[in-house]
């Protein structure tokens, strides 16, 4: 009977299964490998065991990439679920030129990043950015960023934001679509208030699609990259740097692909880390259902 | 209770408002820096008001035709990636949701926690491996890796969506005597339409915009846009921002196309969700 | 059920119609007659040897029944992409571009070594290409690259600025820059704001120049680190003073080479330091405010090397060379000897190319179209790459743009940033 089971599902999950093995699980194995090596481009790779996660850990460059990492992804991340929630409710509750909204909306997540950082390092210029012109104009706080780490770490932040708030918002407005109608009929006939309604119909049932959104954002940020290099390459003096930079610089920069791959798998622990908790609440609450 | 609704309309106008000028206010100045003329475009004071032309358009046409070629690559492994993607995350999520076990709750964890790998690192290896089976400078590849990417988050979310299609439509089918492909494709698919037009959205925008892995795998035939504006913010003979924005306003309109025709779909799958025969 | 229209197209027929298409593009264009040279280079390379009835290759071509094929990238994707592709069993890559500060031991044993091939089908009066770039191509004895082109670092000033400003001259000394880069931190007449000086940070090449300006350099071309203490120390308080007086931009840290051109081009800088080359992108009247306004002149030494040391600007030169693992050598060594050859380079520097023959420099029809060629020869025959390559060297550069960053915010006394470089760089330095 479970063969029989397993054999009819096998071919639907194959596909899904197949890709990940062959892209991304067997080459991270060599991957393993490589980093307990020294290997760059012209040299054949040489043993070293450890070293290279050693001397990745006890780089206080890379704690300070770690660190920066860390805060701009609970902040950011978190910023964003709760305005991409916001705007769902408010598309939801109906709005005019829904359509064109929408667009508009999405829009953001359509502009590729380095278009973007572009266009935001312009609009910030301290001295001749509209933006920061407009800001001075009402007597409003500027932000220093190409001088000033935090100020530099919160522009960031901003432009992470915009560039995928559209994803947090798709997940969380399509699953609010998908909560059929009759049960806020049946909240409003109980009685409940729209406070009620959202308590005890929507979150609840937005709950999965929230989660699914903060896990996979979450991934994809302890990745950020492009906001940070092209905004200011980690700098001044390495103070705005993130683990994707630090990454990239070894791969890339040094060409010192061992203490790359060693890096990549210290990102790895982090990330799961700091994912726990939400990888947890997935799997209690509904990676594993009982039917 | 007038009083509540003025400012709740108010409050919501306000929200519109705000929303709009955050994000099409970037997106409306590159779109009007392709059309200034090319000393204008970072002008200090900036410059509102300018004579539009489409000199840089045309230019662009002129002496970057590698551009358009990589548009139609840039579509063709888009278009691929995604129908792969959705594809293969509809039939594994399809699976996930109607049925559990160990291994099953164990496999799909796997699927999210592998993603945490960089996809940097997957490079080392994966290029010569590329080489050696022949699949460099080819649009397969890209979209094998692309569709890759997003297998993870579309089986996931398939589930998500379709655990929330109640299981007397799949007996029903079945007793109507269709297979477990059927009954995907024409009674589930159809109601999980909102999952599938969000999957479709993230692979679509992710493998339009992609550089990393294009750079890496592709040299001349496969070559996609996001690389040819890569070059033209080359660091040798300087970049023509005039042709840069217009490049990059080119390259937003097709995305912002689907996104406006899949409004359509996304509001059709609401009304057949809610009218579950 | 529902009114929604269906796809028409089923998740098999798509896949395998993809997959067809996928198939015949990959196949593709390599069913054309005749032979390919593929070649690996930026775009720049690709646009100098003409195209049409400029083509500078029309006659080789021919000559070989053959197609040159280019696969272009920005220079360090470019690079990269090369070291991969050397690096495979086997590479569709005949010629490759390098750049001059990139092959160390390692790298230099992915290309073939040039020296039989030149005894066997010499270049054109070989001698006559400039001897330093050819001694920057040559690894463990073995020449591995073919010097192709040039990009000289000069100073450029807006004329209209300075004069603005009162200034009739542009600078001979390091300490008259200083001086006139004050000068020109104002609001200028058309309602900028000006700064006297920008640069980019994050290249070495700048605080370099500024170090050898007063005699020293980071490192020495025998692989000597810091081999004159105070030299780095003043080179890095000038720019410290300068920024702290606001003739560096206050974005310094965060500022592109890009930037540099932008600037100059608006008029919000007086001054930038940049390859010759721009010349005619800053004075372009379609993207600049100042065309024709904006002249160079050799980066100026500190007084006190004056006549004593002369000044070395950083050059970085291109390099033909063929992957050991190329298929078709001898036409990748047939393509570089003709590119090579006097007509070719003359050709592409009336392109635009920075020429590495001696010769095409006393060439009449090149001084009359390019006006900075007479300074870019003078400076060329003192100049020098930013650093040796060695195996660490990206390292060691961005460590020392790290403590040059530091100096120059203001973040930390010049002389511990001095200090802090000294002791990080040494252990990467080759034994």
Request: charged content about 15%; aromatic content about 10%.
């Amino acid at each position: 009977m479970q063969l029989q089971r397993t054999a009819r599902i096998l071919p639907l999950l194959a596909p899904v299964h197949l890709l990940i093995l062959s892209v991304i699980v067997l080459p991270s194995l060599y991957v393993i490998w490589l980093s307990l090596n020294r290997s760059s481009f012209g040299q054949v790779p040489s043993f070293v065991g450890l070293q290279n996660y050693v001397r990745v850990l006890a780089d206080p460059a890379f704690h300070g990439a770690l660190m920066n990492t860390v805060v701009l992804v609970i902040v950011a991340v978190h910023l964003e679920l709760a305005l991409g929630l916001g705007m769902a409710l408010l598309f939801a509750s109906g709005l005019p030129f829904r359509r064109l909204l929408l667009v508009a909306v999405l829009a953001p997540y359509a502009v590729s990043e380095v278009t973007a950082v572009v266009m935001w390092r312009f609009l910030f210029d301290p001295d001749a950015g509209p933006i920061t012109l407009a800001l001075k104009a009402f007597s409003l706080p500027t932000l220093d960023w190409s001088f000033e780490p935090s100020h530099a770490m919160v522009l960031i932040g901003l432009l992470t934001i915009w560039l995928h708030l559209p994803f947090t918002f798709i997940i969380v407005y399509a699953a609010r679509l998908a909560i059929p109608g009759e049960l806020y009929e049946a909240a409003r006939i109980d009685g409940a208030t729209r406070w009620q309604a959202f308590r005890r119909v929507t979150l609840p049932l937005l709950g999965p699609a929230m989660l699914i959104a903060l896990l996979f954002r979450y991934i994809f940020a302890f990745r950020l990259f492009s906001e940070a290099w092209l905004l200011t390459k980690g700098g001044p003096a390495r103070s705005t740097e993130v683990v994707a930079i630090y990454l990239y610089q070894e791969a890339f920069s040094f060409n010192a692909f061992g203490s790359a791959a060693a890096t990549a798998w210290i990102m790895v622990a982090a990330s799961l880390l700091l994912a726990a908790g939400y990888v947890l609440l997935l799997r209690r609450g509904g990676l594993s259902h009982a039917h | 209770m007038r009083t509540e609704r003025f400012f709740f309309g108010a409050g919501k106008a306000l929200a519109v408002a705000a929303i709009l000028l955050w994000s099409l206010f970037p997106i409306l100045f590159i779109a009007a820096s392709s059309l200034k003329p090319g000393q204008d475009i970072f002008a200090v004071p900036p410059k509102w008001l300018f004579a539009p032309s489409f000199k840089h358009y045309a230019e662009l046409w002129r002496s970057w035709g590698a551009f358009f070629d990589g548009l139609l690559n840039s579509l063709l492994i888009t278009a691929g990636a995604t129908v792969l993607a959705i594809a293969a995350s509809a039939c594994a999520g399809y699976v996930y949701s109607r049925n559990s076990g160990r291994w099953l709750d164990a496999s799909i964890t796997g699927l999210i926690v592998v993603r945490l790998i960089p996809p940097i690192v997957v490079t080392l290896p994966l290029f010569p491996i590329v080489n050696a089976l022949g699949l460099n400078d080819t649009h397969l590849v890209l979209i094998l890796l692309y569709a890759t990417f997003f297998v993870s988050l579309g089986t996931v979310l398939m589930r998500t969506f379709m655990d929330q299609i109640p299981r007397e439509l799949d007996e029903a089918a079945a007793i109507d005597g269709a297979s477990r492909l059927t009954i995907l494709r024409k009674v589930i698919a159809p109601l999980a339409m909102p999952g599938v037009l969000a999957v479709a959205v993230f692979v679509i925008v992710f493998s339009w915009n992609e550089f990393l892995f294009a750079f890496i795998f592709t040299a001349t035939k496969a070559k996609t846009a996001p690389l040819v504006i890569s070059e033209m913010i080359g660091s040798i003979d300087g970049v023509d921002w005039g042709i840069l924005f217009a490049a990059a306003t080119v390259q937003l309109v097709p995305v912002l196309l689907f996104v406006v025709v899949m409004n359509r779909y996304l509001v059709a799958g609401l009304t057949a969700g809610s009218t579950k025969g | 059920m529902s009114n929604k229209p269906e796809t028409k197209l089923t998740r098999r027929a798509f896949v395998a119609g993809s997959a067809g298409v996928a198939a015949t593009l990959a196949v593709g264009s390599t069913l054309a007659a005749g032979k390919t040279l593929n070649v690996l280079s930026h775009k720049v390379h690709q646009t100098v040897l003409g195209s049409g009835d400029g083509d500078l290759m029309a006659a080789w071509r021919k000559a070989n029944d053959a197609e040159i094929a280019f696969t272009t990238f920005d220079s360090n994707p470019l690079q990269d992409r090369l070291f991969r592709e050397s690096s495979l069993k086997e590479t569709e890559y005949g010629v490759g571009y390098l750049i001059d500060n990139r092959p160390t031991s390692q790298i230099a044993a992915l290309f073939e070594p040039l020296g039989p091939y030149q005894d066997k089908d010499a270049i054109e009066d070989f001698a006559d290409i400039a001897p330093g770039l050819v001694q920057g191509m040559t690894v463990d004895g073995k020449l591995i690259g073919i010097p192709v082109r040039h990009a000289t670092q000069g100073l450029f000033y807006n004329e209209a600025l300075l004069e603005e400003a009162g200034i009739s001259a542009p600078p001979a000394t390091l300490e008259e820059l200083i001086e006139q880069a004050k000068k020109t931190t104002f609001t200028s007449k058309a309602g900028t704001p000006v700064t006297g000086l920008v640069l980019a940070s994050d290249l070495a090449v700048f605080p370099v120049m500024f170090a050898r300006a007063y005699g020293g350099d980071f490192i020495s071309p025998d692989l000597k680190l810091v081999p004159n203490r105070e030299a780095l120390e003043q080179g890095l308080a000038a720019l410290r003073a300068m920024f702290e007086a606001g003739s560096l931009p206050r974005s310094y840290a965060t500022t592109k080479n890009d930037d540099q051109v932008t600037w100059l081009q608006q008029g919000r800088a007086a001054f930038t330091v940049l390859p010759f080359a721009r010349g005619a992108q800053l004075n372009n009247p379609e993207q600049s405010k100042f065309p024709g306004k904006i002249k160079a002149v050799e980066f100026p030494g500190s007084a006190a090397i004056k006549g004593k040391v002369p000044m070395a600007s950083v050059v970085e030169a291109w390099a033909m060379a063929i992957p050991k693992n190329a298929r078709d050598k001898a036409l990748a060594w047939s393509f570089i000897r003709e590119v090579s050859s006097k007509r070719v380079t003359l050709g592409m520097a009336i392109n635009g190319n920075g020429p590495v023959r001696v010769s095409s420099y006393a060439d009449a029809g090149l001084k009359a179209k390019n006006p900075l060629a007479a300074v870019e020869a003078k400076v060329l025959a003192t100049a020098r790459g930013a650093f040796p390559p060695f195996p660490e060297a990206a390292r060691a550069q961005a460590t020392f743009l790290e403590e040059v960053q530091l100096a120059v915010l203001g973040r930390k006394p010049v002389k511990e940033a001095v200090s802090a470089i000294i002791e990080r760089v040494k252990p990467m330095m080759p034994a």
